[in-house]
């Protein structure tokens, strides 16, 4: 470390309590404002705990009443993969696609 720079901090802090003490209004108004910022601290750390716990209780009455709607909803069908045998995909058969008219795009090399 840097005795200097030391001796320069020391020389502040000197200074800045010489310069509360000849102005105690000054002080006065410090200590206030540390006690009024940790009042607003915890004010803010208390509220926000109730907060928590207001939405931890809506959320358990939101589970319960979404249980007792799904446990009155009948069960709903199992979809069927196809809805008739007569109707078929042209991705259900293995072999390509027939085209029925001619090709029509730019002339083949």
């Not at 319960?64 to 259900?92: H, T, V």
């Amino acid at each position: 470390m840097n005795p200097g720079m030391v001796e320069e901090v020391g020389k502040v802090a000197t200074n800045t309590i010489e310069s509360l003490k000849s102005q105690p209004v000054v002080l006065a108004l410090v200590v206030f404002q540390v006690f009024t910022l940790g009042a607003v601290l915890y004010s803010s750390l208390n509220r926000q705990n109730a907060i928590n716990k207001q939405f931890d209780n809506l959320y358990a009455i939101l589970d319960k009443c979404l249980a007792a709607r799904l446990s009155l909803q009948e069960p709903q069908p199992q979809l069927q993969r196809r809805a008739s045998p007569s109707y078929r995909l042209q991705s259900d058969d293995d072999k390509p696609a027939d085209l029925d008219h001619e090709y029509i795009g730019p002339p083949k090399p």
